[in-house]
């Protein structure tokens, strides 16, 4: 068909895309950055030819354990690999949460308040959405990985592996029934990080989440990085020629297998699977974390890379806020470097608490309330299962694969975003 040797044509003449896939592995060495294979891309400067899976200043600053923020671990010494292990050993850190409790918050919410963080940068992961409904990867017992017995998969990562997918798509598809966006609805949680884009302080939420509930509650294209992907848009997991989302989601949903048009592969929704390169609009980070001043990290476990590796690179002055129920990352690491705070915990206990400090939480609960009532569509029921106990270990291996073009646009440049609220609601409910 026309239209998708066209897509193949237009392939070749555009620019070397970036290589960035995404993987859980941490023990990959730095390459040593090479000048001459650095171009200015849409995005920010990219890496041409690469080899590796993430950007040499991503994987110098990579560290299961905890690196130094914006500077590169001397972990030399630590081989990362070790680190990666004695972290899934030790597990969810021991420390205690009530520790951390509320003088964090409180202190982001002073600065907050006193107009210091104007270009806030948001890291998220499925825990923003376990009140709607669904469930993580790897809480124990309710996770998705605890719950896989019934996809007969050799292992738990092996359904959002692409060559797993290549040679037998059934698995990922069964799950894609359960996790395809219609069947919940945005939370508390997201709609504070709506709040946080209609009061001007959200320069981007990076969000590993597939779901869509950003979107859904009305955070704009231009302010969300969907760095994992989504089912907004659907491809031939071979040769990349689109296909309409609408009909793939129908035959998923019918148990059929979508094919392409173009070389009769299966098609899949443009979820970002181990193996394969993230979109172009992740390259953002390139500008926007030596911006920032507030990270805000939440609901993520942060063991996939290249994103968790995103927290290590704002400016080392910068105040780092953790929201989740155990500490992860560069925050498992005690004492806690200076700038760094946690609330440790029910993430939308936390975030609730958060906004009240910061005299949100009316505001938060009338725009909840407005769009609910009017967008919220006939709940389906969820697939999700829950039962059967954790997994547990990681390994993805999978090859690199160059996914042409980027997922949808952004501009770069749209920083002065505080809107009305009647515009805000239009947004949202469209
Ligand atoms: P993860 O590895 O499962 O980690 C989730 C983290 O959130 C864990 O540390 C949990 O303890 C924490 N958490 C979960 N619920 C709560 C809660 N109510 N309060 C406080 N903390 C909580 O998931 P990540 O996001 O780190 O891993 C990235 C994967 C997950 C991405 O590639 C996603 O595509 C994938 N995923 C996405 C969804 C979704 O879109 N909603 C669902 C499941 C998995």
């Known amino acids: 068909m026309n239209r998708s040797r066209s897509s193949r044509d237009k392939k070749v003449s555009q620019p070397p895309v970036a290589r960035i896939t995404r993987s859980s592995r941490a023990n990959k060495r730095p ?18 030819k690469q080899t590796d899976s993430a950007l040499p200043q991503d994987l110098s600053l990579m560290s299961v354990g905890g690196t130094s923020k ?41 600065l907050v308040r006193l107009g210091r963080c104007k270009n806030v940068l948001v890291v998220a992961g499925a825990g923003i959405s376990t009140p709607s409904g669904i469930p993580d990867f790897r809480t124990p017992g309710t996770g998705l ?16 592996n692409i060559d797993y997918f290549s040679n037998d798509p059934q698995p990922f598809f069964s799950l894609a029934k359960a996790l395809y966006p219609g069947c919940h609805r945005p939370n508390y949680i997201h709609y504070f990080l709506r709040m946080l884009h209609h009061k001007g302080l959200l320069l981007r939420l990076y969000t590993q989440n597939i779901d869509g509930l950003e979107k859904l509650c009305g955070i704009p294209d231009e302010k969300l990085v969907e760095a994992h992907g989504s089912f907004a848009t659907a491809s031939c997991h071979l040769c990349y020629t689109p296909y309409p989302a609408e009909e793939a989601k129908v035959a998923i949903m019918n148990d059929n297998i979508p094919t392409c048009s ?10 970002v699977f181990f193996g394969e390169d993230l979109p ?23 063991k996939i890379e290249p994103f968790a590796s ?34 440790l915990g029910d993430l939308a206990e936390s975030v609730r608490r958060f906004a009240e400090l910061l005299g949100w939480n009316g505001e938060i609960e009338e725009l909840m309330r407005t769009q609910e009532t009017s967008s919220a569509p006939e709940m389906l029921t969820s697939n999700w299962t ?44 469209k």
């Open 386 to 429: 829950n039962n059967g106990p954790s997994s547990g270990t990681e390994d993805m291996s999978g090859t690199s694969r160059s996914r042409p073009g980027a997922q949808g646009s952004c501009s770069e440049d749209n920083d002065s975003e505080t809107e009305s609220r009647s515009s805000a609601s239009s947004k949202a409910s």
């Open 262 to 271: 173009f070389c009769a592969a299966a098609v899949k929704p443009d979820v």
């Open 310 to 343: 995103l927290v290590n690179t704002v400016r080392s002055s910068v105040p780092r806020l953790l929201l989740n129920r155990h500490a992860v990352g560069p925050f498992e690491k005690v004492p806690l470097q200076r700038g760094d705070h946690m609330d």
């Open 70 to 110: 914006g500077k590169t671990s001397k972990a030399g010494s630590v081989p990362v690999q070790l680190c990666q292990s004695i972290s899934d050993q030790i597990g969810p850190s021991s420390v205690p949460a009530k520790s951390f409790s509320r003088d964090g918050l409180a202190s982001v919410a002073r």
């Open 145 to 160: 990985y605890a719950n896989l017995e019934k996809y007969n998969i050799p292992y738990p990562e092996a359904i959002f």
């Open 31 to 48: 390459i040593p950055a090479d000048p001459l294979e650095s171009e200015q891309g849409p995005y920010g400067k990219v890496r041409r």
């Open 280 to 302: 172009q609009k992740y390259f953002l980070h390139t500008k926007d974390f030596p911006k920032a001043d507030l990270l805000i990290v939440m609901g993520t476990s942060l």
